[in-house]
């Protein structure tokens, strides 16, 4: 038994090590100088080069000089932040507002074709972002929103997934309390508002943070729709920080990383609750 455990252990540290392995390598990068940075990485971009690229546990000389230029020394790189957090939060903001009323009518209320419209989110759901692109560019064109952050945040806003994801938070709430609620002339606004929203939080927490990662590392949508480049989110800066100065690249990524993990680690006592409440059972 005691044997088992030791091979599911070792098992499971093979794919965290890779995991590690990225951010120990990004969080080196940013304490690395120019001149260490391209000397380690340099043959792997020199197609002539005689030598491997190599990359040492700890860096040689540290410094936080490529933070220093970083927040000094680049201002689109603020500009660009504050376009990524403007961008994301208004979809989060529009799917809560859009995404879970319609949720809790797909799951908790009969209505004619009902199955059907259900259907037609799951089939837009999985429908790449490649199928729909023209139609989205041509709504977008019409309505005068291209190259504005519009263009982002509507596609978004009714975006089918939340719906899905949350549709299924809401399955796992009581009916008996649905109908306790009716026999006491809860109408269907105070159901949804006083026991649909706290019980169903698993699954609106679960839409949301999953649509903050998406939102956050979006690069299709913006290079579609967004043609000044004063109007970029954050993940459309690193690709081009990187082609410049490598060092800058790892300090920009190691930034970007900070808000999701700071949502999961303030965000987390509230998805534990919302999941206790979820578990009421019939």
Same mark, same amino acid.
């Given at each position: 038994m005691?044997?088992?455990?030791?091979?599911?252990?070792?098992l499971?540290?093979?794919?965290?090590?890779?995991?590690?392995?990225?951010?120990?390598?990004?969080? =080196?990068?940013?304490?690395?100088?120019?001149?260490?940075v391209?000397?380690?990485?340099?043959p792997?971009?020199?197609?002539? @080069?005689?030598?491997?690229?190599?990359?040492?546990? #700890?860096?040689?000389?540290?410094?936080?000089?490529?933070?220093?230029?970083?927040?000094?020394?680049?201002?689109?790189?603020?500009?660009?932040?504050?376009?990524?957090?403007?961008?994301?939060?208004?979809?989060?903001?529009?799917?809560?507002?859009?995404?879970?009323?319609?949720?809790? @009518?797909?799951?908790?209320?009969?209505?004619?074709?009902?199955?059907f419209?259900?259907?037609?989110?799951?089939?837009?759901?999985?429908?790449?972002?490649?199928? =729909?692109?023209?139609?989205?560019?041509?709504v977008?064109?019409?309505?005068?929103?291209?190259?504005?952050?519009?263009s982002?945040i509507?596609?978004?806003?009714?975006? =089918?997934f939340?719906?899905?994801?949350?549709?299924?938070?809401?399955?796992?709430?009581?009916?008996?309390? #649905?109908?306790?609620?009716?026999?006491?002339?809860?109408?269907?606004?105070r159901?949804?508002?006083?026991?649909?929203?706290?019980l169903?939080?698993?699954?609106?927490?679960? @839409?949301?943070?999953?649509?903050?990662?998406?939102g956050?590392?979006?690069v299709?949508?913006?290079m579609?729709?967004?043609?000044n480049?004063?109007?970029?989110?954050?993940?459309?800066y690193?690709?081009?920080? @990187?082609?410049?100065?490598l060092?800058?690249a790892?300090?920009?990524?190691?930034?970007?990383?900070?808000?999701?993990?700071?949502?999961?680690?303030?965000?987390?006592?509230?998805?534990?609750?919302?999941?206790?409440?979820?578990?009421?059972?019939?």
């Amino acid at each position: 038994m005691k044997r088992n455990r030791v091979y599911l252990a070792v098992l499971l540290c093979l794919p965290a090590l890779a995991v590690w392995g990225v951010l120990w390598f990004m969080g =080196t990068g940013a304490l690395m100088g120019h001149r260490e940075v391209a000397d380690c990485l340099g043959p792997a971009f020199n197609s002539g @080069a005689q030598s491997f690229a190599q990359w040492p546990l #700890l860096p040689d000389a540290p410094t936080l000089e490529p933070l220093v230029r970083l927040l000094l020394d680049s201002p689109e790189f603020f500009v660009l932040f504050w376009n990524t957090c403007f961008q994301v939060f208004a979809q989060l903001a529009g799917q809560l507002l859009v995404g879970a009323p319609a949720a809790w @009518a797909f799951s908790r209320l009969r209505f004619p074709g009902r199955r059907f419209l259900f259907g037609v989110y799951i089939v837009l759901m999985l429908l790449p972002f490649q199928v =729909t692109m023209v139609p989205h560019y041509l709504v977008l064109d019409w309505l005068g929103l291209i190259d504005t952050p519009w263009s982002i945040i509507w596609p978004g806003v009714f975006s =089918t997934f939340p719906v899905f994801i949350m549709a299924k938070g809401f399955d796992a709430v009581p009916r008996s309390m #649905l109908e306790a609620a009716s026999l006491d002339g809860a109408g269907y606004g105070r159901t949804f508002f006083y026991i649909g929203l706290p019980l169903g939080m698993p699954g609106i927490l679960s @839409a949301l943070v999953l649509g903050f990662l998406e939102g956050w590392n979006a690069v299709e949508q913006p290079m579609t729709f967004l043609k000044n480049p004063s109007n970029w989110p954050l993940s459309l800066y690193l690709p081009q920080v @990187a082609e410049s100065e490598l060092s800058l690249a790892m300090v920009s990524g190691l930034i970007a990383l900070t808000p999701a993990v700071l949502i999961f680690l303030f965000g987390q006592k509230y998805l534990e609750l919302g999941i206790q409440a979820s578990g009421l059972k019939e």
